[in-house]
């Protein structure tokens, strides 16, 4: 795996964010490389279908009803 810049990637951690209207997501410690030259992040392959996998569930492909309720109470925060 290679950056386009033609830089050095070293291994390391990474987080995934996503806002939608109805949601936010957040993946912390996500295996990735990172570009020594232009600092950004690549993803494997496999580590790109899993994070999508994780995206699918969340905005619901399975067309359940979404009720807009919370999954947590905000004074719990």
Not at 20 to 34: G, Q, R, T
Not at 38 to 62: A, F, S
């Amino acid at each position: 795996m290679e950056c386009d810049c033609g830089g050095a990637l070293i291994d390391g951690k990474s987080s995934y964010r996503m806002s939608k209207k109805n949601f936010s997501l957040i993946i912390d410690n996500i295996p990735a490389y990172k570009c020594t030259r232009c600092d950004k992040v690549l993803y494997d392959e496999k580590t790109v279908d899993r994070i999508q996998q994780l995206v699918n569930k969340v905005e619901r492909d399975t067309k359940e009803i979404i009720t807009g309720k919370p999954s947590a109470n905000l004074y719990d925060y």
